[in-house]
């Protein structure tokens, strides 16, 4: 029997061509990876271009979001303990209204009662501040000063057309602003009532094997959502406390207002306490003098330590992971796109989607479905076996059945 010699076949790395022609293995990862990063960067394009094409839509939604996340604590203590839906959440609202109301009379009253000593000492602080002009090396007389106040004058009368345009625009602004307030009220009182259901209508337009997992991802970043905005109205009504205090230990003026700068700008990172610490030493430079000043400034930063070192490892935890250096590139960034609002939007919206993409990235199937698409599912379930009959051998139709991902078709 002769014998029949085999040729070996080629390995695939010996099969492929060599030569000028030939793409190296590296170079067609690159490639593969970078159309891909283009077409995640094209897409981030758009959402932001559409962002900023409905920002008076999506600020107010963003805002209403973040007073849901506020007033659902509260609004679920009253109906734990057997208070109508619409009673608690209309009831959280007003307990958000007082508390708005009640801050803005006392600033307004202490505003009024500092005004005749903020005179006195405002005309002091211009004479003492005239003196140290006149000197040298300065040397600017009060002549120059009305010369520059004179010109002034000039260019307001020379540019008026153009100011009044920017009133005109400042009238149309308010407008939006009442379009803004409208829906942040509608946005805050259905999502508080019916938040669940619209969230398990917002699943169901995903692919059904991806509803599970965006069902967990929503309840994780929901549960980060609230748990930063408690942290950070603690840490906002702690820092406002201390600069208070000691604002009124220095006979500041205007301790009340600068208290309530400060507990606004506790709630945009970075930013906020720099320019809530800035205001706090210039009120007291300009109506105490320089020696005030420099206490004001040494509590500012005492103040701001605590946060930093005991507030925020203490309250945070384990549920708002964002490093820091993620935090002030997130608020460099915000500030960038979109100004105070990306700087105040930066970092809750950094923690959420933090959160939603670690849970998505870490759900199994045997893990179960998330609240929303657990509720959703049980109501399409009832109302599947309600609205469908079986036939008459007893069985159900095997074409209508639950799909991994939880919601009933």
């Not at 000028?20 to 891909?36: E, K, N, Q, T, Y």
Request: glycine share 8%.
């Amino acid at each position: 029997m002769p014998i029949i010699r085999s040729t070996p076949r080629p390995s695939p790395q010996e099969a492929r061509p060599e030569g000028p022609d030939a793409v190296p293995v590296g170079l067609r990862i690159a490639a593969s990876f970078s159309w891909r990063l283009l077409i995640v960067a094209a897409a981030l394009a758009v959402v932001v271009a559409l962002v900023v094409v409905l920002q008076d839509i999506v600020v107010p939604f963003l805002i209403a979001l973040l007073l849901c996340a506020l007033l659902a604590p509260i609004s679920a203590f009253l109906q734990r303990h057997r208070w109508p839906k619409w009673t608690a959440v209309l009831s959280s609202l007003v307990v958000l209204v007082l508390a708005i109301g009640t801050l803005a009379l006392v600033v307004t009253a202490q505003i009024r009662y500092d005004l005749p000593s903020l005179e006195h000492r405002l005309h002091r602080s211009v004479l003492s501040l005239q003196t140290l002009l006149d000197s040298q090396p300065f040397g600017i007389t009060v002549h120059d000063v009305n010369s520059w106040v004179s010109k002034g004058t000039d260019y307001l009368q020379a540019h008026a057309s153009s100011i009044l345009s920017g009133f005109q625009a400042a009238g149309s602004g308010a407008v939006h602003v009442l379009e803004g307030l409208f829906i942040v009220v509608f946005t805050t009182l259905f999502v508080l009532i019916d938040g669940r259901r619209i969230w398990g209508w917002v699943v169901r337009l995903f692919p059904r094997r991806a509803r599970a997992r965006i069902g967990v991802a929503g309840d994780a970043g929901w549960h980060t959502l609230t748990s930063f905005i408690r942290v950070q109205l603690i840490v906002a009504v702690t820092d406002a406390l201390g600069v208070a205090i000691g604002a009124l230990a220095l006979q500041v003026p205007l301790a009340v207002p600068i208290a309530v700068i400060v507990f606004l700008g506790a709630f945009v990172p970075v930013v906020g306490a720099i320019v809530a610490g800035t205001v706090a030493v210039v009120v007291a430079l300009v109506f105490n003098g320089w020696v005030t000043a420099l206490f004001m400034l040494g509590i500012v930063v005492v103040v701001q330590q605590i946060e930093s070192h005991v507030l925020h490892p203490f309250l945070t935890g384990s549920a708002v992971k964002v490093h820091p250096l993620g935090v002030a590139l997130g608020v460099v960034a915000g500030t960038t796109l979109a100004g105070v609002v990306g700087a105040f939007f930066a970092v809750p919206f950094i923690a959420t989607v933090n959160a939603m993409v670690l849970a998505a990235a870490q759900w199994r199937p045997e893990d179960g479905v998330g609240d929303a698409v657990a509720t959703t599912t049980s109501t399409s379930a009832v109302a599947t076996s309600t609205s469908t009959s079986t036939p008459a051998s007893g069985r159900a139709d095997p074409a209508r059945g639950v799909d991994h991902g939880g919601v009933q078709s």
